[in-house]
């Protein structure tokens, strides 16, 4: 039987979350590709929506080059029960998954 886990890394989103810990837009992107690319996670989650201007810059970025390589839909964002507010926040930036913290 083969058996086969999928990695989802939080690196990019949770990461953050401790202390003295921020990263720019351009360091999000670098660790977004060596993850998918040479790490070979199948999918990362790379932001909250509508956090901050700072991640709607990194979300962007994220997503325009995760277009170019085919990638899309192995970017995640995290979103909230809010009635349709999150969804629309990432349909916007092109986005096509959402993990829900409600």
């Known amino acids: 039987m083969n058996k086969k886990i999928e990695i989802m890394d939080t690196t990019l989103r949770d990461g953050e979350q401790m202390k003295g810990v921020s990263y720019s837009p351009q360091e999000k992107l670098t660790i977004g590709k060596i993850l998918l690319e040479d790490v070979k996670v199948d999918r990362i989650e790379i932001a909250s929506a509508k956090v901050s201007k700072g991640e709607e810059q990194s979300v962007a970025e994220i997503i325009d080059w995760a277009k170019k390589v085919s990638c899309v839909e192995k970017i ?9 507010e999150s969804v629309d926040w990432i349909y ?3 986005g096509k998954v959402m993990n829900i913290l409600s």
């Open 76 to 84: 995640e964002i995290l979103g909230f029960v809010d009635k349709t």
């Open 92 to 94: 916007n930036f092109g």
